[in-house]
């Protein structure tokens, strides 16, 4: 339990003074970053990234996309999306003794799965208020992660899926998504009082934003432990002591983002029902 406190620590003082440069090419080149080495897990998790015709351009585009996302017309990582699809179906032909169909589904699925996750916080991040909006998938995915270990360590004695994950509970599920909602409330509070967004959060909203957004954080943290059941894994890396590898770590805020950016771009659509005016 020390371990991976300590690790939360170090990890949170490395990473918010990137967030500060959200709106600089240091941020696109650590989402990327995160992106690649995320891809390569799950890549690895699955048993498939010795096959370096799939590996290769599987971690090439999870790289590529999110860093040119902001920087290049979209047709261009269209293109590119489209080129990578290809060269997989390709390679299933010319070498289909070493490489199967299936493997060349789970390389896409891969791929796309984690550079989607990761790209969203971009497209949060250029969304209307989306210097405010972005911040809400992190705390929502780890003020989830945080309050469900600590409240489930606390109260938990019910087990929610134990052939998944043995150590979570329905009290710490709960607590996670009560805390969660709460530190949307309280994001609001704090956004209202430094006042240097021109923005009035909407208390209630952001309080059923909170509810939804833990849920979803926990399912993506639960899919992300089937995965790992499946191919007998305990951890899909080792890079933060007591956590694991950047899946361990970033499972939930993949969850999260997507449904943030399908959130922030609904209610950016209509400002009468914003969570921020």
Same mark, same amino acid.
């Given at each position: ?7 939360g620590?170090?990890a949170?003082?490395?990473?918010i003074?990137v967030?500060?440069f959200s709106?600089? +090419?240091i941020f696109?080149?650590?989402i990327a970053a995160l992106?690649l080495?995320?891809t390569l897990e799950f890549?690895?998790?699955v048993?498939?990234a010795d096959?370096?015709l799939?590996?290769i351009p599987?971690c090439t585009?999870?790289f590529? +996309?999110?860093?040119?996302?902001r ?8 293109i590119?999306v489209i080129?990578y699809?290809?060269? *997989?179906l390709?390679a ?16 896409f699925f891969s791929a796309?799965y984690?550079? +989607?996750?990761?790209t969203?916080? *971009?497209?949060?991040r250029?969304?209307?208020y989306g210097?405010i ?8 995915a780890?003020s989830?992660d945080?309050f469900?270990?600590f ?5 938990g004695k019910?087990k929610l899926?134990p052939?998944?994950?043995?150590n979570?509970?329905?009290e710490?599920t709960?607590g996670?998504?009560v ?11 704090i956004?209202s009082?430094?006042?240097?967004f021109?923005?009035?959060?909407y208390?209630?909203?952001?309080a ?13 943290d639960?899919s ?12 899909f890396?080792?890079?933060?002591p007591g956590?694991?590898?950047i899946l361990?770590r970033f ?5 999260v983002?997507p449904?943030?950016m399908i959130i922030?771009?609904l ?10 005016i």
């Amino acid at each position: 339990m020390l371990k991976r406190i300590i690790t939360g620590i170090v990890a949170l003082i490395i990473f918010i003074p990137v967030l500060f440069f959200s709106h600089t +090419v240091i941020f696109d080149i650590t989402i990327a970053a995160l992106s690649l080495l995320g891809t390569l897990e799950f890549l690895k998790c699955v048993k498939i990234a010795d096959k370096y015709l799939l590996c290769i351009p599987s971690c090439t585009v999870a790289f590529l +996309v999110p860093l040119l996302y902001r920087n290049v017309i979209k047709e261009i990582i269209i293109i590119i999306v489209i080129v990578y699809l290809f060269c *997989l179906l390709y390679a299933s032909v010319f070498v289909r003794k070493y490489i199967s169909t299936n493997d060349v589904a789970l390389s896409f699925f891969s791929a796309v799965y984690v550079t +989607v996750s990761f790209t969203s916080i *971009l497209i949060v991040r250029a969304l209307e208020y989306g210097e405010i909006i972005y911040l809400m998938i992190f705390i929502g995915a780890w003020s989830t992660d945080t309050f469900a270990y600590f409240t489930g360590r606390l109260l938990g004695k019910h087990k929610l899926m134990p052939d998944i994950s043995p150590n979570k509970t329905i009290e710490g599920t709960l607590g996670g998504v009560v805390f969660c909602s709460l530190s949307f409330v309280l994001f609001g509070f704090i956004i209202s009082v430094l006042n240097r967004f021109d923005a009035e959060p909407y208390y209630i909203l952001l309080a059923a934003a909170g509810v939804f957004t833990s849920i979803v954080a926990q399912l993506g943290d639960l899919s992300a432990s089937a995965v790992k059941r499946n191919y007998g894994a305990d951890d899909f890396g080792a890079v933060f002591p007591g956590h694991g590898g950047i899946l361990d770590r970033f499972d939930s805020v993949m969850a999260v983002a997507p449904i943030i950016m399908i959130i922030g771009a609904l209610f950016t659509s209509f400002e009468e029902y914003g969570l921020f005016i």
